[in-house]
């Protein structure tokens, strides 16, 4: 294979051109090659039972470089030059049926194998799209919404525009050139339904239904039975139409979980495909991954986008964490009162620019060890003010944060498996959480004592065994296209020698974030040996310990410049998933005043924005 120069200087202007002239018309005729050709690598990343999927919208010739209308349409010039590259490289488009065969043990997929689908079924596909495959003969997967195809246009053409949709008849024509598979992107599904009583409209696959009028939600066979009624009428289109029994199903928005991904089993669509997530995929997964293209990359984007995928995991293991814990309970009971609130803390939360929340989603109301009310839909606990789901919501959607749930240990003193019931509730009504944090406040301190006891031992046994439970749910539930991390909390008052990297090994196969919350004002002693076997620790051990900070004992100014200088110590030793505790309208102030610093992830001081000043236009206050 040439070098990026070799291959650029024989390749000839007009091979490129000519299929660009396909479907371009001359309006890229003048462009210099260097700005439409990449290198071309010849390093194999991968075997031949893995492989990524890139996935991409619409594609019109005036789709600007920067700020297009749209931020997932690619321009047929860059689409061009993608596909030139491609078909010189040592990456190789593959089908959804060499997927299966290679699924099923028979004729192994190409190394450096990828997958290219087209979402939605716009025009586009078959006007500028189409004709690149027949001349590059590259394979092509194309997702169509089938009760969009049958006329239910509404949605396709506000997205794309008026007329802007394939129809049934371009359809049997793309088919039958061979390089083109169809895929179902559900018959109904490709749209929000009510997720709560607050009206939020979310992804129809994996939502329970709210149903307002009967002041419920769905249950459990509703929502299989909408489902599969949904997932089967589109596989029964596609055949009807293609001629062609679909194979798969890509689901829209990506909203995607193991329980969907059976249903959709169930229906005849035995390959599942999410949104989203650059990731390696195995023949074997249960739901395959693929990184979407957005605003309008070139084939250097698409390139770095494809090899970035192999180093997923490690992006998203050294990803910093700036967090609050926030009690729900802290909101009213009325709706109207309780969204005013949530606003406030969002705007406050959005003007510090940290990146996550920390909710805690259960209640001892009256403090006597005993969790009595729940902010979220479940069988076993009252529900004090089912806001959980509208929280997670406004805070992914508005600000763009990670939203993690604490569960207490605590709940399996109540009863057995409690901690694990509640999650699996938790997470069905709540598929857009990052994670679950299970909160063992003390329970666990005797593991960093110097002696261990056999009391001490069983308890470490029981929660393993809660932690293993978790993740078995978790992997039921959650967002396939939004990877799910459990995190074990410790509230640390003592720290013997060698104890934590202990700790960290114990529960490692379980455990992605470790929270340990300290109380530095109090306890400097146990922060100093904290701070000690820390730095002892390699870079992947450092990365998955999230510190918080309490707050409960601040009162002074100093103290407040204590935990200040605590976190940048925190920063310099490595650490750089940092929380604090209680964050609350009353705090607020002081938080943004002193730990701004250390807790806002905002690189530019153009943006700084402190919502406690404000503007007096003019006058003096």
């Not at 990524?52 to 019109?60: E, K, Q």
């Amino acid at each position: 294979m040439k070098s990026f120069k070799q291959f650029s200087k024989q390749l000839s202007k007009s091979v490129l051109m000519s299929a660009c002239l396909v479907i371009c018309g001359s309006a890229f005729a003048d462009q210099p090659l260097a700005q439409l050709m990449v290198k071309a690598e010849q390093k194999v990343f991968f075997d031949q039972q893995h492989f990524v999927s890139l996935t991409f919208h619409d594609v019109r010739d005036d789709v600007l470089k920067v700020g297009d209308r749209d931020p997932y349409a690619i321009s047929t010039q860059n689409l061009v030059q993608f596909f030139e590259w491609l078909k010189r490289s040592d990456w190789h488009p593959v089908s959804l049926k060499q997927i299966m065969q290679a699924r099923q043990g028979g004729t192994a997929l190409p190394k450096n194998a990828v997958l290219i689908s087209f979402d939605d079924g716009a025009l586009s596909h078959y006007s500028r799209v189409f004709p690149l495959v027949k001349e590059y003969k590259i394979p092509v997967v194309f997702a169509l919404v089938t009760s969009w195809m049958n006329g239910n246009t509404k949605a396709i053409y506000e997205a794309y525009g008026q007329g802007n949709a394939m129809t049934w008849d371009q359809v049997r024509e793309m088919q039958k050139s061979g390089w083109v598979e169809f895929a179902s992107h559900s018959h109904d599904l490709h749209q929000g339904i009510l997720a709560n009583p607050q009206n939020n409209q979310q992804p129809a696959a994996i939502t329970r239904q709210y149903l307002a009028a009967s002041k419920r939600y769905e249950t459990q066979q509703e929502y299989e039975q909408r489902l599969l009624q949904d997932l089967r009428k589109s596989r029964e289109i596609l055949t009807k139409e293609v001629g062609v029994a679909p194979m798969a199903i890509i689901w829209p928005y990506g909203a995607v979980n193991v329980e969907t991904e059976k249903l959709a089993q169930q229906a005849g669509l035995p390959l599942s495909f999410s949104l989203g997530t650059d990731a390696v995929n195995h023949v074997q997964d249960g739901t395959f991954q693929r990184g979407l293209a957005v605003n309008n990359p070139n084939s250097e984007d698409l390139y770095e986008q494809m090899t970035d995928s192999i180093h997923y995991k490690a992006f998203t293991l050294y990803e910093p964490i700036r967090a609050l814990s926030l009690d729900l309970g802290q909101f009213s009971q009325n709706y109207a009162q309780a969204d005013q609130q949530l606003g406030q803390i969002l705007d406050l939360t959005n003007a510090l620019k940290s990146n996550a929340l920390l909710l805690n989603v259960v209640e001892d109301q009256d403090r006597d060890g005993v969790y009595d009310s729940a902010y979220f839909p479940n069988h076993d606990l009252p529900v004090k003010a089912d806001v959980l789901n509208r929280t997670v919501w406004q805070a992914k959607t508005r600000i763009f944060n990670s939203v993690y749930a604490q569960l207490p240990y605590a709940l399996e003193q109540q009863k057995a498996q409690f901690s694990v019931q509640l999650a699996t509730e938790l997470l069905k009504n709540n598929t857009g959480l990052d994670g679950i944090i299970l909160n063992t406040d003390t329970a666990v301190q005797c593991v960093f004592q110097r002696v261990e006891t056999s009391s001490c031992a069983e308890q470490q046994k029981h929660l393993l065994q809660t932690l293993k439970h978790l993740n078995q749910n978790a992997a039921r539930y959650s967002n396939i296209s939004n990877p799910f991390k459990l995190g074990l909390q410790v509230q640390l008052s003592e720290l013997k020698s060698d104890k934590l990297l202990a700790f960290l090994n114990q529960y490692h196969d379980q455990v992605e974030l470790f929270n340990f919350e300290l109380d530095s004002i109090r306890q400097p002693q146990t922060f100093k040996q904290f701070i000690q076997q820390v730095q002892s620790l390699n870079a992947e051990q450092k990365a998955k310990i999230m510190v918080t900070l309490v707050l409960d004992s601040v009162q002074t100014e100093q103290n407040w410049q204590n935990i200040q200088a605590n976190f940048l110590v925190l920063q310099r030793i490595g650490i750089q998933k940092l929380a604090v505790n209680r964050y609350d309208l009353n705090n607020a102030a002081k938080i943004q005043t002193y730990l701004y610093t250390p807790l806002s992830l905002n690189q530019s001081p153009l943006t700084y924005r402190n919502p406690f000043i404000y503007t007096t236009k003019g006058k003096s206050p």
